[in-house]
C-alpha cells in the first residue's frame, strides 16, 4: 500500500499590507499535543469534552519558586492561597501541602477551608461580607480577621463583648499607589487617616488583639513600583503603631495582584513581554517592607495572598471543533463546544489556544464562537489558527485562575475537571454534572404539575 | 456537473504565489490549494479534482468535498474564478 | 562580521532601520554585510539596492515571542549573525527578554535594561524627570472614558492626547479627547496620556549611552519642516550647550545603555526645555549625526563588540537633512520571492 500525503485543507489567503505575515507564523500553529506528558486525545477519549485540566506539577513549581523568590529577599515569608481563584479541594490541598494558608472572602470559602482540614487560625478572613454568625465562628476559631469597615468592626466589638470573646484582627488598608483605578471601596483609607483612626480604636479595645495590617492595591497590576509604595506606606503605619503603641505586628499582608502570563484584551504586547517577573514584584515589596523600624526576628512576617500568578498557567481547557464556517465577508469562523459561560476569562484575556493535533504551518484569520446560542459567546474575535477539522482539539491554555469559579451553568453542564498527577496518573478532581445535580434544587408547585 | 473556469490572466507560480494581473492582487496558497488550481485550470471536473485529493491524500471523500466547496466559495470571493 | 537590523519601513512613518544601515556603510572601517529583517513584504529597505544584502521577513512582536526566537534561529543558521539592531520601540521589549537566548546562540545585542525601558515608558516619565528636576509638561494616564471624564475639570484645552505607544493628537474640547481616547485606546491599549500642550518649537536630540552614565554622542535638531502626522521632514543640527548638558544628565541620570531619542519643546514663553519623550532607539533621523561628524550607530556596534569608544566632542553644526520621496521601481517576482518564501538575496 502506497503511503498518501498528510492532509491539510486547501487555503488562499491574500496578501494585505500591515497584517500578520505568516513567517514563524503565530504561536496558535504550533501543536500542543500533550500536557504533562499525556495526550490530549487520550484525556477526552476518557473524560470528555470540554475538559477542564490541571498540572500538579505546575501548580507544586509555582509556588516553590515563589517561596524562593521571596524568601532570599525577606526572611519571613508566608503565602496564603486565594479561594476565589479556585477553590477546587485538589488545587487548594496541593497549595496547602505547599505550607499556604488559606484567604477566604466568604462564610461559604470559610466553610470550605475548615472541612479540608484548615485550623481556624490558619484562615484568613478577607472581604466585605461577614455575617455575625461568620465572624462568631471565625473569632471562636482563632481565624485571622481582615476587617474591611467600621461596622464590622463594630460589630465585632459588640460579638466579643457580649459573648466574652477574644478576637485575632487587622484592618484591610486602600491608598494611592499610583495606579488606577483607586481600590478604594475596600478596607480604610491610608492617606486620609481613617486606617490610623481604626487602629486606635482596635487598640482601645480589650478584646481584640491587632496582629497585622493588610492592603490587596488590585489586579494584574503591570507595575512593581506600586507594591514598593504599598509596603512602604504599610511600613510607616507599623512605625507608627510601635511608637504609639508599642506593639510588633505578627505581619503584613500584601495580598496579590500580580499578572499572570495571559495578555489583556486591548494590550498591544503580548503580556509575556512587559508584565514584571515573579523577582520584580519581590524585589518592589521587600524593599517597601524594609523601611520598618524593626531588624532580625522583630520583622513580621510578609503575607502574600497572590493567586492568579500562581493557579493560571497550571490550568488547560481542553475544547472540541463542532463546524467550521465562512461569514458572510469571507472570514472564517470556527465553533468549538466551549463557551463563554465556562471561559469567563476570555472577555478580558486573549488566551493562548493551540491546536492539539499537527494542522500544517499555514493559519488562516478566524473568529472563535463558543456553543452557546448567543450573540455573545465569543471566545475570541480574531486568531491565527491552522485548518482545525470538526472533532479536532484546540487547548485553550492559562484558563486556572477564575475560570473554575466564576463559571456557570447555562443550557448545559459544567465539564469534568482533571488533574494530571506529578507521577503522570490522571485524576478526576471534579465530576461534570448531571442533570439531577440542577432538579435536585427545584421544586415545582403541585398546581403546575403536567398531567 | 458543474465546472469552473478560471481567467487566462491568472498565474500561479511553483511556490503557490497568485497574481491577478487584471486587479494587481496577490494571494498565497498551500500546497494542496496550488493543486487544485492547477487541476481547476487544466478542465478538471469537481468529481476529478476530489477523487485525485482523496486518491493522493490521507482524506475521506466527504471532508475533501467540504473543504473544497469552501475553497471554491474563497476563490469566488476574491473572483478568481467563475462557473462555467 | 554580519549585523541584522530591523525596522525597514522607510515609509512616511519611518522605522529607523535604513538610516542606520546607511551610517554604518557610511563608517570608513566597516567591513561586514548587512541583513535586513523586515515585517512586511513592502518595506521599502527591501527594494533599496545595496542597502542589505540579504532581507527576511519576521514575525511581528505582538506575535508572541516564540515564533520570533524560531524565526530568528532559522535565519541564524543560515546566516551566522554577530550582531542584531533592533530599531522600533514595540520590539524592545521582547529583545530584551530574549537577549540571554540570543547571546547563548552567539548573537551580540546592545540594549537598554528592563529598567530603562520602563522609566521612558510613557507613565513613568512623568516621576523620573520630577526625582531629577527635569521640566515635563502636565501629565494624567487614563484608562477609561470614565475617568477621562473626571479629569475634565483640570484638563484645560488645547490638550494632548496620546497612545502609550505611539501617536498623538491635539484636541480643543472633551468631545475630541473622547475621540482621539477611542481611537487610540483601540490601537494601543492603556492607559491614554493626557498631556498639557505647550506652546513651542521642537527640538530633538539623538544619543548614544554607553550603559556607565556616559554620553558617547549627543546631536540636537530642530525639525525645520513637520509633516501632518507630527514627523520631521527636515531638521538642522542646532549649536545649543543647554540642551546637550539637559540630555547627558538624562543619559547620566539613566545610565542609558544604546541609542535612544529624546524629543523636548522649547516654551515660547520661558525659553525653557520641557522634555516630551525619551524614546528607547535611535531616530528615523539618526543619518544626520555621522554626517554632522558623531557615527553613533557604528559607536554601538564597537561597544556591542565590547571595544572601547571615543566619546565625540564636536559636531558640524548647520548640517541639514531633507527627507524625500524617491519611487523604487521592482517586478513582481521580487515581491513573490519576499512575500512567499520570506527571504530574497538582493
Not at chain 2, 485550470?41 to 485529493?53: Q, T, W
Not at chain 3, 520661558?270 to 539618526?286: C, D, S
Request: charged residues 25%.
Amino acid at each position: 500500500m502506497s503511503t498518501k500525503k498528510r492532509y491539510e485543507r486547501p487555503i488562499i489567503t491574500k496578501y494585505q499590507s500591515g497584517l500578520m505575515n505568516k513567517f514563524g507564523s503565530g504561536p496558535s500553529a504550533k501543536a500542543k499535543t500533550s500536557i504533562d506528558e499525556v495526550a490530549v486525545s487520550k484525556l477526552v477519549e476518557e473524560y470528555g469534552s470540554p475538559l477542564f485540566v490541571m498540572s500538579e506539577r505546575q501548580l507544586r513549581n509555582n509556588q516553590q519558586n515563589a517561596i524562593r523568590i521571596f524568601r532570599t529577599r525577606y526572611p519571613k515569608v508566608q503565602f496564603a492561597w486565594s479561594y476565589k481563584t479556585n477553590y477546587l479541594n485538589a488545587v487548594c490541598s496541593v497549595f496547602h501541602q505547599e505550607g499556604s494558608l488559606a484567604e477566604v472572602v466568604s462564610e461559604f470559602e470559610y466553610d470550605k477551608a475548615k472541612l479540608l482540614g484548615i485550623k481556624g487560625s490558619n484562615i484568613i478572613f478577607n472581604g466585605p461580607d461577614k455575617s455575625r454568625a461568620a465572624l462568631q465562628k471565625a473569632i471562636k476559631d482563632n481565624a485571622k480577621i481582615h476587617i474591611d469597615h467600621f461596622d464590622e468592626l463594630y460589630e465585632i466589638i459588640d460579638l466579643c463583648n457580649s459573648e466574652n470573646l477574644k478576637a485575632n484582627v487587622a484592618i484591610r488598608v486602600n491608598m494611592d499607589v499610583g495606579v488606577y483605578p483607586l481600590w478604594d471601596r475596600f478596607g480604610f483609607n491610608y492617606e486620609n487617616g481613617e486606617a490610623w483612626q481604626a487602629i486606635k480604636r482596635i487598640m482601645s479595645e480589650k478584646s481584640l488583639k491587632l496582629t497585622g495590617l493588610h492592603t490587596h492595591i488590585g489586579t494584574y497590576m503591570m507595575t512593581a513600583e506600586a507594591y514598593r509604595i504599598a509596603a512602604s506606606k504599610l511600613a510607616s503605619l507599623a512605625n507608627s503603631i510601635k511608637r504609639e503603641f508599642d506593639i510588633k505586628l505578627d505581619y503584613i499582608d500584601m495580598g496579590g495582584g500580580f499578572a499572570s502570563n495571559n495578555t489583556l484584551i486591548g494590550q498591544y504586547l503580548p503580556a509575556e513581554q512587559i508584565i514584571p517577573s515573579m523577582e520584580q514584584y519581590a524585589d518592589a515589596i521587600s524593599s517597601g517592607m524594609f523601611e520598618m523600624n524593626a531588624t532580625g526576628s522583630d520583622l513580621p512576617a510578609l503575607i502574600l495572598e497572590t493567586g492568579r500568578a500562581l493557579v493560571d498557567n497550571a490550568g488547560y481547557l481542553i475544547t472540541t471543533v463542532l463546524a467550521n464556517k465562512r461569514l458572510s465577508t469571507g472570514r472564517r469562523a470556527i465553533i468549538i463546544d466551549a463557551g463563554v459561560n465556562i471561559l469567563f476569562t476570555s472577555f478580558w484575556y486573549k488566551h493562548k489556544i493551540s491546536p492539539a493535533q499537527e494542522s500544517g504551518v499555514h493559519v488562516e484569520d478566524s473568529s472563535l464562537y463558543g456553543p452557546l446560542c448567543m450573540n455573545i459567546d465569543l471566545i475570541r474575535e480574531s486568531i491565527l489558527l491552522p485548518a482545525v477539522k470538526k472533532g479536532e482539539h484546540l487547548v485553550i491554555e492559562d484558563v486556572g485562575a477564575y475560570a473554575m469559579t466564576q463559571w456557570m451553568q447555562f443550557i448545559t453542564m459544567r465539564p469534568n475537571v482533571v488533574m494530571i498527577m506529578q507521577d503522570g496518573t490522571v485524576e478526576l478532581i471534579r465530576k461534570s454534572e448531571a442533570l439531577n445535580y440542577i432538579l435536585d434544587r427545584e421544586l415545582l408547585p403541585k398546581q403546575l404539575k403536567l398531567k | 456537473m458543474v465546472n469552473f473556469i478560471i481567467p487566462e490572466n491568472i498565474a500561479i507560480s511553483e511556490s503557490g504565489f497568485l497574481f491577478l494581473a487584471g486587479t494587481g492582487e496577490t494571494f498565497t496558497l498551500n500546497q494542496i490549494g496550488k493543486e487544485i488550481f492547477n487541476l481547476i485550470r487544466s478542465k478538471s471536473s469537481e468529481e476529478e479534482i476530489i477523487n485525485s485529493i482523496v486518491n493522493d491524500y490521507d482524506i475521506d471523500k466527504a471532508t475533501a468535498h467540504k473543504d473544497f466547496a469552501d475553497f471554491i466559495s474563497q476563490l469566488k470571493h476574491y473572483s478568481i474564478l467563475k462557473e462555467a | 562580521m554580519k549585523i541584522a537590523v530591523t525596522g525597514l519601513n522607510a515609509t512616511d512613518n519611518p522605522g529607523p532601520g535604513v538610516p542606520v544601515i546607511r551610517s554604518l556603510k557610511m563608517a570608513k572601517d566597516f567591513q561586514g554585510s548587512i541583513i535586513g529583517l523586515a515585517y512586511d513584504s513592502l518595506d521599502p529597505g527591501i527594494y533599496m539596492e545595496g542597502l542589505v544584502e540579504k532581507a527576511y521577513i519576521i514575525p511581528y512582536p505582538s506575535g508572541g515571542l516564540e515564533p520570533l526566537l524560531e524565526r530568528i534561529k532559522l535565519i541564524h543558521e543560515k546566516e551566522k549573525l554577530d550582531l542584531i539592531i533592533p530599531t522600533l520601540d514595540s520590539e524592545l521589549y521582547g529583545f530584551v527578554k530574549l537577549q540571554p537566548k540570543l547571546n547563548q546562540m552567539g548573537i551580540k545585542l546592545f540594549l537598554p535594561t528592563l529598567e530603562q525601558l520602563n522609566i521612558r515608558a510613557k507613565d513613568n516619565l512623568f516621576k523620573f524627570c520630577e526625582d531629577n528636576q527635569i521640566k515635563v509638561p502636565k501629565n494624567f494616564l487614563v484608562s477609561s472614558l470614565h475617568d477621562l471624564y473626571l479629569l475634565s475639570s483640570k484638563i484645560k484645552y488645547p490638550a494632548v492626547v496620546k497612545g502609550i505607544f505611539y501617536e498623538a493628537y491635539i484636541v480643543n474640547n472633551f468631545e475630541e479627547a473622547e475621540h482621539s481616547f477611542n481611537k487610540l485606546s483601540a490601537k494601543w491599549g492603556y492607559p491614554i496620556i493626557i498631556q498639557e500642550y505647550l506652546k513651542g518649537d521642537e527640538f530633538n536630540v539623538v544619543g548614544l549611552g554607553d550603559g556607565t552614565g556616559r554620553t558617547v554622542g549627543a546631536v540636537p535638531m530642530r525639525k525645520l519642516y513637520i509633516t501632518d502626522k507630527g514627523k520631521g521632514w527636515a531638521g538642522i543640527t542646532i549649536d545649543d550647550k543647554t540642551i546637550i548638558d539637559l540630555s547627558k544628565k538624562i543619559i547620566e541620570k539613566t545610565k542609558w545603555k544604546s541609542g535612544l531619542e529624546l524629543e523636548y519643546i522649547k516654551s515660547s514663553e520661558t525659553g525653557e526645555y520641557f522634555l516630551l519623550e525619551i524614546n528607547p532607539r535611535f531616530p528615523a533621523w539618526v543619518y544626520l549625526a555621522p554626517s554632522a561628524g558623531q557615527n553613533m550607530p557604528y559607536a554601538l556596534v564597537k561597544l556591542a563588540y565590547g571595544e572601547s569608544v571615543e566619546t565625540f566632542s564636536s559636531f558640524k553644526v548647520g548640517t541639514i537633512f531633507v527627507r524625500s520621496s524617491w519611487d523604487l521601481i521592482s517586478d513582481i517576482k521580487t515581491f513573490e520571492q519576499i512575500a512567499a518564501i520570506g527571504e530574497i538575496s538582493i
